[in-house]
């Protein structure tokens, strides 16, 4: 299984403002996901981060709200821009390891006020 | 569209007693599914899978979980539970390689797990 750290674990942010995520892989993955955990609720893919093309978003989300960079087979980004207090969620990374089986990150709390 | 339904959101069983948490989806076809547990503060780890084959699969911890393909269910259990399994149990679900593969998978509410001394 990969081991995977994100960063920051937690913040707080002011509405209004942009938090970037970073979300650090120990191996080199071609699949890297970003997932939305609303308090109480369950996983939500935000988008596909694929190394050397463009992100691919769900449903919902957007790129203007949730941009990504993916520079490298190791590394990628989720910024949240212009939050507002329903931002207020966890955000994971997860990879594709083993075929069809994903592995995640710890995590990021964001608090929007 | 594909969904899954947890029904229960919260359990609560005493250390030493048996778990049953129910998983229940809806896919157009066998999918691949999952079983991840997150405790406080983590990630999710994943707890096992089933793609194919024995429907009684054994997983990490003591877990297993078994798929009947009649009910659409993959129902995970533990016959002893131990104070440390408290968390929160997600079932999740994703696309079979017969069905084109992919990675995108499908989670549940969660079924949060109590476990009193």
């Known amino acids: 299984s990969a081991v995977i750290s994100q960063k920051p674990s937690r913040d707080i942010c002011q509405r209004g403002t942009s938090l970037t995520i970073q979300c650090q892989v120990d191996s080199q993955v071609t699949m890297m996901f970003w997932y939305r955990q609303q308090p109480g609720q369950s996983l939500t893919l935000i988008a596909t981060a694929n190394q050397g093309s463009e992100a691919t978003y769900e449903s919902g989300f957007v790129i203007d709200k949730f941009p990504i960079s993916r520079p490298n087979l190791t590394f990628s980004t989720l910024t949240v821009s212009n939050m507002s207090p329903e931002d207020s969620s966890i955000y994971l990374c997860?990879?594709?390891?083993?075929?069809?089986?994903?592995?995640f990150g710890p995590g990021t709390r964001l608090t929007v006020t | 569209a594909q969904s899954v339904t947890q029904p229960d959101i919260h359990i609560t069983v005493s250390e030493g007693a048996s778990l049953e948490l129910r998983c229940n989806y809806s896919y157009g076809a066998t999918p691949y599914l999952f079983w991840y547990v997150q405790s406080p503060g983590q990630g999710l780890q994943l707890l096992l899978k089933?793609?194919?084959?024995?429907?009684l699969v054994q997983g990490i911890k003591g877990f297993e979980a078994e798929f009947k393909r009649s009910q659409s269910s993959f129902n995970l259990r533990k016959p002893s539970v131990h104070w440390s399994d408290a968390a929160e149990y997600f079932c999740?679900?994703?696309?079979?390689?017969?069905?084109?593969?992919?990675?995108?998978?499908?989670f549940g509410t969660g079924t949060q797990l109590k476990v009193e001394l």
């Open positions: 999740a679900v994703g696309p079979s390689i017969l069905t084109g593969g992919g990675n995108k998978l499908t």
């Open positions: 089933y793609f194919s084959g024995d429907t």
């Open positions: 997860s990879v594709v390891g083993h075929p069809y089986e994903q592995y």
